[in-house]
């Protein structure tokens, strides 16, 4: 747990294997607050949850593609439907390495070769100055 400000973040090392039997994986975290409603007015229960995919590693002894090519589909701002390739890897290609953020739900696709390829990451979650919402009022607000 890192406090950053009035921030508190938290990262969790994430990773997904595409296979040619497994060749999407869908990024959509839910939260154990999601389903409880007991206290709607307390945000500090509701991380935004982000992923930050920073590693795409081909298996050398079983990858044997001449090219291995990997999309994504997500909402962009004002929820624009995104889909677009995001990496490329010839045949000698084992190892990339790029910064790809994924802040709402997603799907990765494997639409060329068969794998395996790992992807490694963080999942990381924000809790946005938590502290200073809802019920409570602070001395200044009582006085006044």
Not at 10 to 17: N, P, T
Not at 26 to 36: F, I, L
Not at 69 to 75: A, G, M, N, P
Not at 83 to 93: A, I
Request: aromatic letters at 10%; hydrophobic letters at 25%.
């Amino acid at each position: 747990s890192t406090l950053s400000g009035p921030n508190i973040e938290e990262e969790y090392l994430w990773s997904c294997k595409l296979t040619e039997s497994n060749k999407e994986y869908t990024w959509s975290p839910k939260d154990p607050s999601d389903e409880d409603s007991e206290d709607e007015s307390d945000p500090s229960c509701k991380p935004n949850h982000r992923l930050l995919v920073k590693l795409a590693n081909k298996d050398f002894e079983n990858c044997k593609d001449d090219l291995t090519v990997l999309s994504i589909e997500t909402k962009g701002y004002q929820d624009e439907k995104i889909s677009s390739v995001f990496l490329t890897m010839k045949k000698n290609d084992y190892m990339e390495k790029f910064d790809l953020l994924i802040p709402d739900t997603a799907k990765i696709k494997l639409v060329k070769g068969s794998g395996p390829i790992t992807l490694l990451g963080s999942h990381c979650l924000d809790f946005y100055d938590y502290r200073n919402y809802g019920g409570e009022e602070t001395e200044e607000e009582e006085d006044a």
